[in-house]
């Protein structure tokens, strides 16, 4: 199973996303069928889609910060799929805000 079919696969079962049509559009900012071709060809994230998915869990999860107590488990799955994420870049955590 790839990082990007584990990753989608989290984020549907914890509710962060209706499907992989959701997911493709609204974390990888791809085409609605950009899942289903990576999947039907056994690839994984490709470079943009991987940034802009990690740029997108990073958003919810601070948006989700501000909530802790409602939304614990999905602030925790979050903070594990960017690390997994960032970790697949080779880089460890990647800091996407603006230079001071």
């Known amino acids: 199973m790839t990082l990007l079919q584990k990753t989608a696969d989290k984020l549907i079962e914890h509710g962060l996303t209706e499907n992989y049509r959701d997911f493709s559009r609204r974390y990888c900012k791809r085409t609605e069928n950009y899942y289903y071709r990576q999947a039907y060809h056994n690839r994984d994230f490709s470079t943009g889609a991987l ?38 870049l080779g880089s460890g955590p990647i800091d996407f805000r603006p230079a001071a």
């Open 51 to 88: 940034l802009n998915c990690i740029v997108t869990i990073r958003r919810a999860n601070s948006h989700y910060d501000r909530f802790a107590t409602i939304f614990e488990t999905e602030i925790d799955e979050l903070g594990k799929l960017e690390m997994e994420l960032s970790t697949e």
